[in-house]
């Protein structure tokens, strides 16, 4: 691919051949801005629902702050604000420079950014408000998710690639490499976990259901981790770690042979979030042994990181540039040996649901992403402001404060979540459970969430003081930034590639001979200088990496056998689930009981594939903060959950859950539940009468609630401080009530007698 | 580490200043990721090759075959009459079995200890549904007042448990020291 160079960047050539342009620094400015200032916001999120859960009345009653509902703002900002501006920031000044050309459009990058940041507004005002599509890192509904498809592919995309397409750079060097693989995967990933049928402006259903919906989550959710806050943090190391050390790269070779295993093996690995779960074991087994390959494609990132650093660790001692990445480098390292470990199914099953994993996402953002990209920041404000850093100290001083908060936020964690996982586990010597109480093992781990506080604090307050000293440098910058003029050759046409290696033994057969110079890997240079080429292999690689995946669970009937008894949802409990939804439960509840004998003892008969069918989106959780909930409907009164939602120290003073005494007062628009039920009847839940009369059903529902509230001694409404008294089966906590009763009953109901599936009982497979 | 980059051989890579060495793979990491290939291939040979008895599911069985034996073999099948709950209402070692079924299941509405939260104290004299000490095991079995008391015969993974837990309940009674939430139902004889 060769390129003309278009007006638009360059300025026609000297006479000496030479284009001259210069780089554009005012997005690079933008993007760095944008990085410390949500890294700031996704800090202190972190650090208030971290406090909600030893302080659970910190909420003061409002719906806005409560946990279920912060902490995917938590998540979100960390992910797509804070690490989603550092890798733009980390792209738009080093691909400029690997590939000698401004960024083809300035417009496109403006509208990247200010669109990413609308983006992140939008985002900070719905997930408070409730409205979410319930999957993990991928709450944010449908326009939001349209938007961001739109910004990353037609504003992002293009203008990286047009960039590529006209630079003077022949070779592509191994950071755009990863930036590459980055922006196709996430497109990939973002719109087919995201397919959903809207049903208003807000709200949406996905078209997958339980287990498949499971399954394309945990695809999406673990490749957001590879392809979001691995691989483009890999290509702002290989660019800025030599840079900042002055030092060659390690290893060519490395690098090659990482890439390509990394982008290819990292795409399986997703199912190992979904180990003893519904999923069939062949899948999860599947994104075990991936993760198991991955521990080294992910250590030859940290090898030519570090090895990049020999002869230059004189200066890691002197600059908080290089402190920052080599923390940053080791953490990965660490979070890297870690995650293979965890996909092992019996280390698995002990640290799934518990804070290991907390503590093993946070070594991950807090070391690796949050270290690289102040390493990052600290590294371009004196040339991006074109004025000293403003304190050297200042930036040591960051460095060590957030690496006590780092390993004062991990180290408790990781006792917490041992701690617990051995108390959930825990049998006497008779076999009977040794804490029965789930809110033993909460009370057992809160001095462990006590000094995470602390330890976010102190992360939380280092970035504050850098905030403060790049300020400062900013401050010094002058009164006009100077443009440097770069010049350089546009590719000629003529390249011709050095004659391919000559085989290193002569004597041997002549297929080993071409073994031996394909080994000498000649025809990835090659590919290095085609973009297009380049760019088609990975989409090839993770597309059909995936399709391995993909194509089975959703053909194989056997993966979800169908159980009869298993019904639609009535309308008041489709409600129901929506405001489970949106409240955010699946946060601190799991609805997946695991075929391991201490869990069906705690919770009773372990989930069957065939028990999700009509739940769109899945609500499996990831983490018990409290008990699972997959057994909940028959197991307790009416009137207990009412009390219980209502204030849940009332039923347990160690509980941490918050209070829900605002779903008493807040109406059902009853009015929607029809076009909910016709979603879900549009998606294949076979619905009768329900379509033509659902909110009459739905009335009747909640009133049949109320009568056995009352009859148990509950009121029959909500009286609010001004007098208003509100009848309670118009209230949202009723129907939340309906659905809880619901949950894992249908196992032992009755089928019904006719229904439109019974030709598919024969395969059923409910035992016990 | 050494320096030793005089060994290293410089490629003729430069991309905005950052060279590249061309450094073989370290073998120890060829090495390990060779092994872990191996091991992914005997990993699914091994458990995904059809032999029976290797699914999470069949180790499930195994283990709460075991602890089913280790509790309640010398046991045998217990029936759910007035005789058989008093007997184990009074033997501690048994006891400690409905101990930890009424903790996992029954305290968030009992209250610990049975003294009463959302459902009724169970450490008084005043019973809803219990005339004699056997309507406590239909009542845990079956539930009562219209799900008000949820039904757990499905929810207990051995019936033993129910008899045990009821004979548990049954030692509650007198065990209040007249705290808890206020009597509820009628006063019935003892035991």
């Known amino acids: 691919m060769t390129s003309t160079a278009s007006p638009a960047t360059a300025a026609p050539a000297d006479g000496d051949g030479l284009d001259r342009f210069s780089y554009d620094d005012g997005i690079v400015r933008l993007f760095f801005w944008a990085t410390i200032v949500w890294a700031i916001v996704a800090f202190a999120a972190g650090l208030f629902v971290a406090v909600l859960l030893v302080v659970p009345d910190l909420t003061f009653g409002l719906p806005y702050l409560t946990f279920g509902r912060l902490r995917p703002l938590h998540t979100n900002a960390a992910i797509f604000a804070f690490a989603g501006n550092a890798l733009f920031t980390a792209v738009y000044y080093s691909t400029q420079r690997l590939a000698k050309a401004r960024m083809w459009s300035d417009v496109l990058s403006r509208l990247h950014f200010w669109g990413w940041q609308l983006i992140i507004v939008a985002a900070a005002l719905t997930l408070p408000l409730g409205i979410t599509q319930g999957k993990e890192y991928a709450e944010l509904e449908w326009p939001i998710d349209i938007a961001i498809a739109v910004v990353w592919v037609g504003f992002f995309g293009v203008n990286f690639f047009m960039t590529l397409k006209h630079r003077r750079e022949r070779h592509m060097y191994v950071a755009i490499w990863f930036y590459i693989a980055t922006i196709i995967t996430v497109a990939v990933l973002h719109v087919f976990n995201n397919l959903v049928l809207p049903v208003d402006a807000l709200k949406s259903v996905p078209i997958y259901a339980g287990v498949q919906d499971a399954f394309m989550q945990w695809w999406y959710g673990h490749n957001a981790v590879a392809f979001f806050l691995t691989t483009p943090f890999l290509g702002l190391m290989y660019y800025f770690l030599p840079k900042a050390a002055e030092r060659p790269v390690f290893s060519y070779k490395l690098s090659i042979l990482h890439f390509w295993s990394l982008v290819f093996i990292y795409i399986w690995a997703g199912p190992h979030h979904l180990h003893y779960t519904a999923l069939p074991q062949w899948a999860s087994a599947l994104g075990m042994v991936f993760s198991v390959m991955l521990w080294m494609p992910s250590w030859g990132g940290m090898i030519n990181g570090l090895l990049t650093l020999r002869g230059a660790w004189h200066k890691v001692a002197d600059d908080p540039v290089l402190k920052f990445f080599v923390t940053g480098v080791t953490f990965y390292g660490m979070s890297t040996f870690e995650g293979p470990m965890l996909s092992v199914r019996a280390v698995n099953a002990l640290s799934h649901y518990t804070d290991w994993t907390i503590a093993h996402v946070h070594s991950g953002a807090l070391g690796w992403n949050g270290m690289m990209s102040f390493g990052m920041l600290y590294f371009l404000a004196p040339r991006i402001f074109q004025a000293p850093l403003w304190s050297k100290r200042l930036a040591t001083w960051h460095f060590w404060v957030a690496t006590v908060g780092l390993v004062l936020y991990i180290v408790p964690i990781y006792v917490a979540g041992l701690t617990q996982g051995l108390m959930w586990r825990a049998f006497d010597d008779m076999g009977n459970l040794a804490y029965g109480n789930f809110v033993e093992t909460v009370k057992a781990i809160i001095p462990m969430w006590w000094v995470r506080v602390l330890g976010g604090t102190l992360y939380l307050t280092g970035a504050v003081v850098g905030l403060f000293n790049l300020v400062k440098t900013w401050q010094q910058r002058p009164s006009s930034y100077e443009v440097p003029v770069v010049a350089a050759a546009p590719l000629s046409k003529d390249y011709q590639d050095p004659p391919p290696p000559k085989p290193r033994a002569s004597a041997v057969p002549e297929f080993a001979k071409r073994f031996d110079v394909w080994l000498q890997l000649a025809w990835h240079r090659i590919w290095e200088r085609k973009p297009l080429k380049f760019s088609v292999w990975v989409t090839v690689a993770v597309v059909v990496a995936s399709l391995f995946e993909i194509i089975p669970t959703f053909l194989i009937r056997s993966n979800v056998p169908t159980i009869a008894s298993v019904r639609p949802y009535t309308p008041l409990e489709l409600a129901g689930r929506d405001i489970y939804v949106a409240e955010g439960c699946y946060n601190c509840h799991s609805q997946m009981i695991r075929p391991i004998f201490s869990e069906t003892e705690r919770y009773g008969e372990y989930s069957k594939p065939g028990e999700f069918v009509y739940d769109r989106p899945f609500q499996w959780g990831s983490r018990r903060i409290g008990p699972d909930l997959a057994r909940e409907g028959g197991k307790q009164s009416n009137l207990w959950h009412y009390v219980h939602l209502l204030k849940p120290q009332d039923i347990d003073e160690d509980s941490v859950m918050p209070s829900y005494a605002f779903l008493a007062q807040e109406r059902i628009d009853y009015r929607k539940i029809a076009p909910r039920v016709e979603a879900a009847a549009a998606l294949g839940a076979p619905y009768g009468d329900e379509l033509d009369r659902a909110e009459e059903l739905a009335r009747m529902q909640a009133r049949e609630i109320v009568a056995s509230i009352v009859e148990q001694g509950g009121p029959d409404a909500t009286v609010l401080d001004d007098g208003e008294r509100i009848p309670l089966e118009e209230t949202k906590i009723v129907a939340l009530i309906a659905y809880l009763q619901r949950l894992g009953t249908d196992l032992y109901a009755q089928p019904p007698e006719v229904t439109a599936r019974a030709d598919d009982t024969a395969d059923e497979e409910v035992d016990r | ?191």
């Not at chain 2, 061309?22 to 060779?34: A, E, R």
């Not at chain 2, 992914?40 to 059809?50: D, E, F, I």
């Not at chain 2, 409905?98 to 610990?112: I, L, P, Q, R, T």
């Open chain 2, 1 to 191: 580490m050494n320096a030793k980059s005089d060994q290293d051989l410089l490629l003729d890579h430069n991309y905005d200043g950052i060279q590249e060495y061309d450094n073989p793979l370290p073998g120890w990491w060829s090495g390990l990721f060779v092994g872990t290939i191996v091991f992914s291939v005997l990993y699914l040979l091994y458990h995904h090759s059809g032999v029976e008895g290797r699914s999470i599911y069949d180790e499930y069985e195994r283990e709460a075959a075991e602890v089913f034996e280790k509790r309640f073999a010398e046991l045998g099948e217990l029936s759910p009459d007035k005789e058989t709950i008093l007997k184990y209402a009074n033997d501690p070692k048994w006891l400690a079995v409905g101990e930890a079924v009424f903790k996992a299941n029954c305290v968030s509405c009992h209250g610990d200890g049975g003294l009463g939260n959302v459902g009724p104290n169970l450490t008084d004299d005043y019973w809803k549904n219990v005339e004699s000490v056997e309507d406590i095991a239909k009542v845990i079995a079956n539930g009562a007042a219209g799900g008000a008391m949820p039904a757990w015969k499905n929810r207990l993974s051995h019936p033993n448990q129910i008899v045990l837990t009821a004979a548990y309940v049954a030692s509650l009674r007198g065990k209040g020291g007249g705290g808890g939430k206020p009597p509820e139902g009628r006063e019935i004889p003892p035991w």
